[in-house]
Antibody, heavy 115, light 111 residues
Framework: EVQLVESGGGLVQPGRSMKLSCAASGFTFSNYGMAWVRQAPTKGLEWVATISYDGSSTYYRDSVKGRFTISRDNAKSTLYLQMNSLRSEDTATYYC????????WGQGVMVTVSS | DVVMTQTPVSLSVSLGGQVSISCRSSQSLVHNNGNTYLSWYLQKPGQSPQLLIYKVSNRFSGISDRFSGSGSGTDFTLKISRVEPDDLGVYYCGQGTQYPTFGSGTKLEIK
């Protein structure tokens, strides 16, 4: 059974940093691109970043470029999202999802950016 | 960015009934490789989104044949037949032909 389990969320002040993790199991992690998708409270889905299966290619939405970094450790089957210079508009539930068709999703982790 | 426009915003249906949700993209979703990367997702209350349909009309593993997708180019439709209580939630279309974008969602309520 495919499982994606996010961790690392919480309350953070504007301008500070936070790192999210996503532990994957039930499939060969190193064979798949992965992505982060977020959902602001009561809002829709918004793609954040994607990383290729081997980590050699990364892609970001414009609003997080230069602030967020997606990475992965295939030996640990873990996906990461390093978020710097956080803004109030980054407040959202962040989902880890398997790229391609976004066929599997984690339970999500809440990030609240507020002073 | 490719803008995805979903209609209606919400709809109410009786159990056993049928509904259709429309999704239009601001650009053709036909990829250079000939595939059309249009998917449908359902987010049940308090849950993560789940994939229903991928590449316009392919049902994901374990998805009931009551769900069907159709369309081409820029116009797509999700049909749900014989609606059941467990179908309630918010339905999103999403495209992966370019950088991924999603529609704003359609809330399905059961009468």
């Amino acid at each position: 059974e495919v499982q994606l389990v996010e961790s690392g969320g919480g309350l953070v002040q504007p301008g500070r940093s936070m790192k999210l993790s996503c532990a994957a199991s039930g499939f060969t992690f190193s064979n798949y691109g992965m992505a982060w998708v977020r959902q602001a409270p009561t809002k829709g889905l918004e793609w954040v970043a994607t990383i290729s299966y081997d980590g050699s290619s990364t892609y970001y939405r414009d609003s997080v470029k230069g602030r967020f970094t997606i990475s992965r450790d295939n030996a640990k089957s873990t996906l990461y999202l390093q978020m710097n210079s956080l803004r109030s508009e980054d407040t959202a539930t962040y989902y880890c999802t398997r790229y391609g068709y976004f066929d599997y999703w984690g339970q999500g982790v809440m990030v609240t950016v507020s002073s | 960015d490719v803008v995805m426009t979903q209609t209606p915003v919400s709809l109410s249906v009786s159990l056993g009934g049928q509904v259709s949700i429309s999704c239009r993209s601001s650009q053709s979703l036909v990829h250079n490789n000939g595939n059309t990367y249009l998917s449908w997702y359902l987010q049940k209350p308090g849950q993560s989104p789940q994939l229903l349909i991928y590449k316009v009309s392919n049902r994901f593993s374990g998805i009931s044949d009551r769900f069907s997708g159709s369309g081409s180019g820029t116009d797509f439709t999700l049909k749900i037949s014989r609606v059941e209580p467990d179908d309630l939630g918010v339905y999103y279309c999403g495209q992966g032909t370019q950088y991924p974008t999603f529609g704003s969602g359609t809330k399905l309520e059961i009468k």
